[in-house]
């Protein structure tokens, strides 16, 4: 691209802002609130996946072995459990720790405790961790048919349902922005196309001297664009704010919910949706023009 | 330079514009196409610069098939051809220097190659002192003038015009004639699709008379109608 053909299609991209303003403000609000809208849902989305998945990593199976079983055998089963493919820790749990953690959590409730003290019905067990959550089942369900095992504990189905809501809220959200976009790149083509229908007869003249599409069309992308990114730009700043005031309210109130921290996050979105805005607007007016070009 | 092969134009509402139309214009001529109104004098122009695309037959300009050119090489083949009209297409909101360094950026030219040249073009048409007139502060023969003026800052070597005096009074018809004349003679060749009958018979140029669609007469220092001999 020549100098010539810069200084030309940035002259007239403000020039036709400038005879447009009314139109270009509303198409800039219109592409600010959707990509809101898209950028909340990211943030909701980004938030609860992070959840489930710190969720999930806690995710251990607990193995329970039976008291009458020898010490060798209860070696046995470590040594199987740690055969499996994909666990990465097993811990041994005696049955004077457990029940100390029993303590740890019921301190207040002294006939309970007194109760447990003079017999220890706690088993003995073993905590273990695999390298993905995905290995939490087929583990649980091997470690369900070894000799000497009582019983098998796993918190899956809660994460599960997590990660259901989460893929749903994706699914979901993804179809609004699909929409959005669509909208989006409807409402910046229609302003485009004011200012096309406006100078038909100087793309007419420009066809006729010469002129190639890629130099007619330059300065109308470069109007969407600029409708797309001052829009998005908008967007960012509330993104930005909204969710500043959000993590700290949380962190605050709620500081047992682990929300993603503010970076690299916002800086990441804000990327996204600025390329968003950009990419929306060029196509916006690209198809504008379409018709017009065929001269 | 120019060649039409057996060139059939018919519009999508049915309209034979053209009936196997056979022509040959060398370099350097100058060629007046007569007829009345819808004797397809327009379409024929039109077909040289690829603003209408032959329905059937072959359409050649500088060796090549119009029809045939890739999309991004159309710009390319009207850069060597200037087209000047009836009603002027000049651009309402530029200035006189604006309107014809349009043309010339459009082709990227570069800005001191542009303040060059475009002086210089409006010095060569009359219009030195009215470059920072807007059109309609123009007359109707200064805005012709200006329009060739755009139609040969890019050095064409073919000079299209369609009904280019239909809006102006004899007078200033044969200054824009003569204007014409004095780019024929430094090599352009000159196409003009024309009604007007005193200019035709009293410059002694080719001829080429249409009627519906069809080629009637082409005669070398030709006038407008056999009647008027």
Known sequence: MKSTSLVFGVKQTARS????????????????????????????????????????QQVEVTVFVHDTLPVEAVRTVESQLKALPGVTQVTFVSK??????????????????AEVEQQNPLYRSFEVRTARPEQIKPTAEAAGKMTGVVKVNYKQEVIEKLFRVTRAIRVSGLAIMVALALAMVMIISNTIRITVFARRREIAIMKLVGATDGFIRWPFVCEGVFLGVVGA???????WSSYSWAWSGVQRGMPFIPLLPKQPLLLDLTVLILGAGALIGAIGSALSLRRFLRV | MIELVDVTKVYPNDVVALKNVNLKIDR??????????G??????VRLLYREEVATRGQVIVHGKNVARLRRSSIPLLRRTIGVIFQDFKLLPDRNALDNVAFALEVTEASRREIRRRVPAVLDLVGLKDRARAFPHELSGGEQQRLAIARAIINGPSILVADEPTGNLDPDTSWGIMNLLQTL???????????????????????????????IIRDQVQGVYAHEVN
């Open chain 2, 39 to 44: 004797a397809g004098k327009s379409t024929l």
């Open chain 1, 233 to 239: 730009g908008f967007t960012s700043l509330a993104l």
């Open chain 2, 28 to 37: 350097g001529e100058f060629v007046f196409v007569v007829g009345p109104s």
């Open chain 1, 17 to 56: 802002l400038r005879q447009n303003a009314l139109m270009s403000l509303a198409s800039v609000l219109t592409v600010a609130l959707s990509l809101l809208v898209a950028g909340l849902f990211g943030l909701i989305t980004a938030n609860l996946g992070h959840i489930a998945r710190l969720a999930e």
């Open chain 2, 184 to 214: 024929n003679r430094n090599g352009a060749t000159v196409i003009m699709a024309t009604h007007a009958k005193a200019i035709v018979n009293a410059m002694k140029k080719r001829v080429v008379a249409m009627d519906h669609g069809r």
């Open chain 1, 96 to 113: 004077d720790e457990a029940l100390a953690r029993l303590k740890a959590v019921f301190a207040n409730d002294k006939d309970l405790l």
